[in-house]
């Protein structure tokens, strides 16, 4: 099953294209940030990153690139889901 909080941090780390960028963000140390997208690659079975080997930055894979839209959409869906529980949403 996939982990929101693993999703969230792939997120940040597509966004700023780099883990140890990733964890100031998150607020998480960077070997955090790198266990949470190795277990979901495990998860998935394929990765995410392509990581640079001489610079830290990273690059999404085809599959990284698929990824990113179903992860956007399904963390807009768990807002929408507390939003509307509390009663702060019709949907």
Same mark, same amino acid.
């Given at each position: 099953? #996939?982990? /929101?909080?693993?999703?969230?941090? %792939?997120?940040? +780390?597509?966004?700023l294209k780099n883990f140890n960028q990733a964890a100031i963000?998150?607020?998480? @140390?960077?070997?955090? +940030?790198?266990?949470?997208? &190795?277990?979901?690659? &495990?998860?998935?079975? #394929? $990765?995410?990153?392509?990581? $640079?080997? %001489? @610079? &830290?930055? +990273?690059?999404?894979?085809?599959?990284?690139?698929?990824?990113?839209?179903?992860?956007?959409? /399904? #963390?807009?869906?768990?807002?929408?889901?507390?939003? @509307? +529980?509390?009663?702060?949403?019709?949907?």
């Amino acid at each position: 099953m #996939l982990n /929101l909080q693993h999703l969230s941090t %792939f997120l940040t +780390v597509a966004a700023l294209k780099n883990f140890n960028q990733a964890a100031i963000r998150l607020g998480y @140390s960077q070997s955090s +940030v790198t266990t949470h997208i &190795k277990n979901l690659e &495990k998860e998935l079975g #394929l $990765e995410l990153f392509e990581r $640079e080997r %001489f @610079s &830290k930055s +990273v690059t999404l894979t085809g599959a990284g690139q698929r990824m990113l839209r179903y992860a956007d959409r /399904l #963390l807009a869906l768990e807002r929408q889901a507390h939003l @509307s +529980v509390r009663g702060r949403s019709g949907g």
